[in-house]
Structures are given as structure tokens and as C-alpha cells.
């Protein structure tokens, strides 16, 4: 341990205003002192560096240290948002969200703090409530930035900090994106000490007129039509639960039965071993409900619910790619105009673009993220529909878009709208793929995540597998490779490679390092022409897969 790194330590502890953390890094300094080899890289980790802040904003594990989420650090964030707004043009309006984890609500009034000293309208939304309602906040009150304090769907330690800007009518309430992450980054380098930050008390706490507004314009999403659906529904623990009910009940339907043992938020998230409801066995308490009751369809979101997941009883859950394609059908069956727009991005499935070349609209991929795919388009076009494999969906009608960005309540009102319609006809959702599959040939997806605890271990991966690239996943036939490193197809740079695949079926693998997790992703398509059974051409293709997973196991971890 070095005496610099425990007199930076002591420096922050004298800056720290939270009694918390300053007794956690007083406890951590005293073991470090007693010669604890454990505390020393412990502080170590803390001192290395400083959160980097990216397109996705912070994220990271609560604690005391630069390199932990804690007030100092989102008090400079802040900060340096403040700056970067003067700079674009002088004292801005920010909004300013936020979710059920632990420290959200004082992150935000820390925000709201600074930003306040520093001369900006603030207007905070008036409890916990899902990222959406920020983001349609954003575009709603014309504001010039929006903050939401969530760290999605990420284990109970963390937190962090999205960013979306307003002011472009095209791009309101999406995402930052590259430069404006480097601007703001500077800006917080700029930063001085915290102690001579204005903090100021004026802010305005929004009424719940700003959640009926977002709720009248996600239930317009929903078209005239059949509303009854048997629905178990699940909020992971977050702060979806009582704005999808509502919501479903507004636009029709009979409330859902609730998962109760994960309704009400949780920043523990007792019952999941990560809040995900991608992670297997996340869905299990929901899935078992339905079967008792015999219900349609189950919906879940994420804990800041802008993320759906869609299960089955008998079934299981639908991969994000395969409500992809029922959703993208069912909006552009009640859609019209020629200038509508649908758009993926790279790692989701190649299904959307035979959807839009069949039914005559603009198709677009993107980068991986909403912050791309919320910007896909030309300007004044329409985006009706996009959508990212990881369960996030941002919808649109003729009347427009309310939320640019994933919105797991929306796009959870057109899915049941979608199940009641195929119900009506005495149809399931899995009938739908099925047609789907006779149509535009089988799609098959499926994904691999390898978690790291060094983060040089990815890039080592990737430099691996650029030198020497596997000739073939399984029985499939590397017959080409996209490197987006410097830009593929017109796309921004990124870090990512996709191989394509032939050989009985066609294919394609996509690596790349997550955005805001230690992992290296891979994300695996085949697609099969259907001349019989579906059910036989799909257990053909479940087994292709599946050799082909454990192909692209072996290739990442090398």
C-alpha cells in the first residue's frame, strides 16, 4: 500500500459530507493501518482510478472511493453536467428521475442540489418511478437534459447515472452519445473541490400530473381491439409495479394477478439472484403463478422497468428477438405512411429486416444501445418500432413516439394487446412464431455471457480472436467476418466483431464487451427455411444451436 494512495484516501474523507461512507473508509484506513493485506487492495481498488463516465453514463458499486458510487461522486457528476450545459448555452432546465435502489433518492436531491447552485431549473419527479417516465418527461417539459439515478438491472450493490439530453425535437429524451460523454467527462475533470459547490434548496418536486401524462401516452400506443387476457405480471422488485397496472387499466384490461413476493421494490431484491429477467430461473415464481391460475401470458419487467421480458405457462420465456418480430408485425399492422421507420441493432436478429422489406418500410441497424437505435432514421421520419435482443422496445404510433428510449411499459401494453388479439382468434403467441417461421424461415438466437474480474482479460479476447479467427462454430463455416473496430456499413467505430456463418443453415456470431458490465457477450443466430413441421424444423435447429453455443464457449474463453 502506498502512502500516497492513503493520503488521497484521508483527503476524501475530510471532503466525504456522508457520515456513511466516511465511517466506512474511517473502518477500512484503521485495517489498512493494522497491516490487513485484504483492506489494502481493497483501498487500492477504490483509489486506482476514478468511474469513467460514458454513454451509459456511471455505474458502479456502492462505496466510499472514486472509483465506487457514493454522493462525492455524483455531486461532481453533477457538476460537470451543470458546466457542460452553461457551455452549450447558459442556465438549462434538467429533470430528474429516479429509482427504488439503495442511495437513489439521495443521489437525486444531491443532484438536484448542485445543479440548482449552479443557477439550473430542476424539476424532480415525485418518488421512485421507472426510467421511462423520465425519459418522456424529458421530451414532454421540453427540458434541455434528463437524469435518471438507477443502475437497471445490475446486483443490489450497485447504482448509477444515465443521461439523456433534450433540446434536438428528433433525439428529446434519448441517450447521450459520443461527443457529448467526452464533454461531460472533461467537465467533471474540471471540477474543483466540493466543498466550494453552490448547493441550492429551490427545485421543484413534480405533482402526479407527470405520471398521468406519461401514462396517457403510452395507453394511445394501444389500438382498439379485443382486452381479454389472463396476465401474471412481476416487477422483479422494482418500481414498474403499480404504474403497469395502472397502465394496463387505463387501456382496458383486467388488472393482472401480481407476483406478490416481488411486486413492491426491494433495492435486495430478496428472491432473484440478479434482478434480471433474462437470468434463468428469474422468471420462476412468475411462471409458476400463471400455471396456477391458468393464465395467458406472464410480463415482467426489469427493476427500472424499461426492459419486458414475455413467458408462457408451458413454455417458458420468449427471447427478446422473438417478441421482437411479433411486436414489430403487430405495430406495423396498426401503422401506416410511408415514412415509418423499424430498426435493431447488430446483435439482435436479422428477422426485422425481411419483416420491413416485406411490408415496404425503412429498416436501419444500428450500434448496440437505445441511445443508437432511439436516433435511427432520417429526420422527420417516424420510428415505429425498434427494438435491442435484451428485451428493450421503443414503440410508436401515427400519433408519435412518446419515449425515446426502451420502455417496458409500453411496449408491455401492445404485447398484451398482441396476445388478446391472437387470443380472440383462438390463437398463443407461440402460434404466431410458428407462422413467423413458415414465412421468413426459423430464427433461433441465443447468447453467452463470460463475467471477468479483470477487465484486461476482454481485451486480451478480442485481440485473440482478431489475430487468429476461429474457421467455424460448430459445423458451421466461417465464410466472412465484419470487424466495427474502424467503422462497418456506415456505422460509428466499436469494439465488436460478427462472424458469418453458412452450412445447412445460415448464421451469424457477434462478440462484443458489454457497456456496462465486466463481460465479454456473444450473440448467436441461425435461421433455417421451414418445409415441413415447424415444431421438427425447430427442434433441428434447437440442436444446432445448442453445437453451436458450445463452439463459441470454447472461442471466447480460448
Not at 6 to 29: K, M, Q, Y
Not at 59 to 88: C, F, Q, T
Not at 101 to 126: C, K
Not at 149 to 168: I, L, M
Request: charged share 20%.
Amino acid at each position: 500500500m502506498t502512502t500516497d494512495t492513503v493520503a488521497r484516501a484521508r483527503a476524501w474523507l475530510e471532503a466525504d459530507p456522508d457520515p456513511g461512507t466516511r465511517e466506512e473508509l474511517s473502518a477500512l484506513l484503521e485495517r489498512v493501518a493494522a497491516g490487513d493485506a485484504e483492506a489494502a487492495a481493497d483501498l487500492a481498488d477504490r483509489f486506482a482510478g476514478r468511474l469513467e463516465f460514458g454513454t451509459a453514463g456511471l455505474r458502479g458499486a456502492l462505496g466510499a472511493g472514486p472509483n465506487r458510487m457514493n454522493r462525492v461522486v455524483v455531486m461532481r457528476a453533477a457538476a460537470g453536467i451543470a458546466a457542460w450545459l452553461h457551455g452549450r448555452g447558459g442556465a438549462g432546465h434538467v429533470v430528474i428521475g429516479y429509482d427504488a435502489r439503495h442511495r437513489s433518492a439521495d443521489f437525486a436531491r444531491d443532484s438536484a442540489a448542485v445543479l440548482t447552485g449552479a443557477g439550473h431549473r430542476v424539476s424532480l419527479l415525485p418518488g421512485p418511478l421507472p426510467t421511462p417516465v423520465l425519459a418522456f418527461a424529458v421530451r414532454d417539459l421540453g427540458a434541455d437534459a434528463g437524469i435518471m439515478v438507477t443502475a437497471s438491472h445490475n446486483p443490489p450493490q450497485d447504482n448509477g447515472y444515465k443521461v439523456y439530453v433534450g433540446g434536438d425535437r428528433d433525439a428529446a429524451g434519448a441517450q447521450i452519445v459520443a461527443p457529448t460523454d467526452t464533454e461531460i467527462s472533461a467537465a467533471i475533470d474540471a471540477v474543483g473541490p466540493l466543498s466550494a459547490l453552490p448547493l441550492g434548496t429551490e427545485w421543484t418536486v413534480l405533482g402526479r400530473e407527470a405520471v398521468d401524462r406519461y401514462l396517457r401516452a403510452v395507453t394511445a400506443l394501444v389500438p382498439a381491439g379485443p382486452r381479454e387476457l389472463s396476465v401474471v405480471y412481476t416487477a422483479m422488485h422494482g418500481v414498474g409495479g403499480a404504474i403497469l397496472v395502472e397502465a394496463l387499466e387505463r387501456a382496458g384490461f383486467s388488472a393482472p394477478e401480481r407476483v406478490a413476493a416481488q411486486f413492491d421494490p426491494d433495492p435486495d431484491f430478496p428472491t432473484v439472484a440478479f434482478p434480471n429477467p433474462e437470468e434463468p430461473g428469474a422468471l420462476d415464481l412468475a411462471l409458476a403463478a400463471a400455471a396456477e391460475v391458468g393464465a395467458d401470458l406472464v410480463i415482467a419487467n426489469d427493476p427500472d422497468a424499461d426492459r419486458l421480458a414475455l413467458a408462457l405457462p408451458g413454455h417458458g420465456p420468449l427471447t427478446g428477438n422473438e417478441a421482437g418480430g411479433l411486436l414489430a408485425e403487430y405495430v406495423l399492422d396498426h401503422t401506416t405512411g410511408d415514412d415509418r421507420v423499424v430498426a435493431t441493432s447488430i446483435v439482435s436478429s436479422s428477422l426485422l429486416g425481411k419483416i420491413a422489406r416485406e411490408r415496404g418500410v425503412h429498416y436501419e441497424e444500428t450500434l448496440t444501445g437505445f441511445k443508437w437505435l432511439a436516433r435511427a432514421g432520417a429526420p422527420g421520419s417516424r420510428r415505429v418500432f425498434a427494438y435491442e435482443e435484451a428485451l428493450g422496445y421503443c414503440l410508436g404510433g401515427d400519433d408519435g413516439r412518446p419515449v425515446a428510449d426502451k420502455d417496458g411499459i409500453g411496449a408491455a401494453l401492445v404485447a398484451a394487446a398482441l396476445a388478446a388479439a391472437a387470443r380472440a382468434r383462438g390463437l398463443t403467441l407461440l402460434d404466431l412464431l410458428d407462422d413467423q417461421a413458415r414465412r421468413y424461415g426459423l430464427h433461433l438466437s441465443d447468447q453467452l455471457s463470460v463475467r471477468v474480474s479483470d477487465l484486461s482479460l476482454i481485451d486480451t479476447a478480442m485481440r485473440r480472436l482478431r489475430a487468429e479467427p476461429p474457421t467455424a462454430f460448430g459445423p458451421l463455416k466461417v465464410t466472412g467476418i465484419d470487424d466495427f473496430a474502424a467503422g462497418h456499413a456506415g456505422l460509428p467505430p466499436t469494439d465488436a466483431l460478427r462472424f458469418r456463418l453458412e452450412g445447412g443453415a445460415w448464421g451469424r456470431v457477434t462478440l462484443r464487451p458489454s457497456g456496462t458490465e465486466p463481460k465479454l457477450k456473444a450473440y448467436a443466430e441461425i435461421v433455417m427455411d421451414v418445409e415441413g413441421e415447424v415444431a421438427a424444423t425447430r427442434a433441428q435447429g434447437s440442436a444446432l444451436l445448442a453445437e453451436l453455443m458450445a463452439s463459441v464457449a470454447l472461442a471466447v474463453q480460448g
